[in-house]
């Protein structure tokens, strides 16, 4: 199996959105509206195209998304990005497809020179990225989550010394 990453392009977003609600459509942690999500972050000031990528296999069977978020602490403020959602086909999960993905946004994000990343995602699959608890910098979620499943990484070294707060989600994600 020969697949290729690459940035998703706007006719791309059916597509997309189909392989996004397909995806989830059997996870059982989902509101099965993630698609939504996608569509709605392109709209907002979070979107960030070049940190929409898919994965191609003479189809598009994968997709990720990065965007901006702020970290909150009283007066002070610093930007980070959003790792949500990371989608792959059912039939082409546990392939590797979305560590493929996962890899070449972290990577494009950094060539960016973003920051840092969040991500509320399974503890025992983000740490073999990087992922560390988003508490041990004293990050916190905006909402009540597991500890251990948000989670945070610094694309740049001490990106993230002296960052502590509140992750303040763009309201795309809460519409």
């Not at 000031?45 to 970290?71: M, Q, R, T, Y």
């Not at 020179?113 to 995602?121: A, I, K, P």
Request: charged share 25%; net charge negative; no cysteine.
């Amino acid at each position: 199996m020969s697949i290729t990453i690459r940035q998703e392009l706007s006719e791309d977003y059916k597509i997309t959105e189909k392989v996004v609600k397909s995806a989830f459509a059997n996870m059982e942690f989902s509101d099965k509206k993630e698609h939504e999500l996608v569509s709605r972050i392109r709209k907002s000031d979070a979107f960030i195209p070049n940190l929409s990528l898919v994965a191609v296999n003479k189809e598009i069977v994968g997709h990720i998304l990065l965007s901006k978020i702020k970290i909150n602490n009283d007066n002070q403020f610093a930007e980070s990005l959003a790792l949500a959602p990371v989608s792959v086909l059912p039939e082409y999960q546990n392939k590797g497809i979305g560590r493929l993905l996962i890899l070449e946004a972290l990577k494009k994000a950094k060539e960016l020179e973003y920051n840092s990343v969040v991500v509320l995602g399974h503890p025992e699959y983000y740490p073999k990225f990087g992922f560390e608890k988003a508490s041990s910098w004293g990050i916190k979620a905006p909402f009540e989550v597991p500890e251990e499943a948000f989670m945070a990484l610094e694309l740049q070294e001490n990106a993230l010394y002296n960052i502590s707060g509140v992750v303040e989600y763009p309201s795309a994600f809460f519409e």
